[in-house]
């Protein structure tokens, strides 16, 4: 069983609709990060949470410690969202526990 | 402009030959830390380190060496390549050494070992 577990693998939404992508882990962590990988294959860091909620923008990413859970939300989606989701815990001696992605498409 | 600094970023080799991939960032940076993504596997950690003369083993070191001699600097070694090193790398890094803060990614590089 992975350490971090994502879900959806894949998700299609319509441009406008509301997404959540759950991250699960089962390590003890410091950090969770959570990465947007476009096709072009570049990645880019959108949040590093250690407690509670952060919001950028559309973007809203939660972290439950006690049930070792994270959600990234996506408010208003539109097509340039569509990337691949990746969330990443940080066990405390600062190795990283990778899931295995969600890929969103957002149609229009 | 911050950033991190991949080179190569496409290279096709033989098994066996060594060769180094660089990676060099500009924001000071404390932690440093090499990927592989693979399809059906993700992303994975090879080598990371929280500072100068310091690096640690990943999820997947076998095969690769890293030395970090100047804070901005962290290159990637294959001594002998082979062909299950095929994939897409990854260099990052992040301002504290515990990687608590916002991780910056280089572009990537895309090695080939025939």
């Known amino acids: 069983k992975n350490e971090v577990e994502q879900s959806p693998q894949n998700l299609t939404a319509q441009e406008g609709e509301f997404i959540t992508i759950n991250c699960s882990y089962s390590?003890?962590?410091?950090?969770l990060h959570w990465l947007q990988q476009h096709p072009g294959g570049g990645i880019v860091s959108l949040f590093m949470l250690s407690s509670g909620k952060k919001k950028h923008g559309r973007l809203i990413a939660t972290i439950n410690i006690q049930e070792k859970h994270s959600s990234l939300h996506i408010t208003a989606s539109h097509p340039r969202d569509s990337a691949v989701y990746i969330c990443a815990a940080l066990p405390p001696r600062a190795d990283m526990r990778f899931g295995a992605g969600t890929r969103l498409t957002v149609k229009p | 402009e911050a950033q991190v600094t991949q080179n190569p970023r496409y290279l096709i080799t033989v098994t066996g030959k060594k060769l180094t991939v660089t990676c060099s960032q500009n924001?000071?940076?404390?932690?440093m830390s090499w990927y592989r993504q693979d399809p059906g596997l993700g992303l994975r950690q090879i080598y990371y380190s929280m500072n100068v003369e310091v690096t640690d083993k990943g999820d997947v070191p076998e095969g690769y060496k890293v030395s970090r001699k100047e804070k901005r600097n962290f290159p990637l070694i294959l001594e002998s390549p082979s062909p299950n090193q095929t994939s897409l790398y990854f260099c990052?890094?992040?301002?504290?050494?515990?990687?608590?803060?916002?991780?910056?990614f280089g572009e990537g590089s895309r090695l080939t070992v025939l």
């Open positions: 390590v003890g962590i410091s950090a």
């Open positions: 924001m000071n940076h404390e932690y």
């Open positions: 990052a890094s992040s301002f504290d050494s515990y990687n608590t803060g916002e991780l910056f």
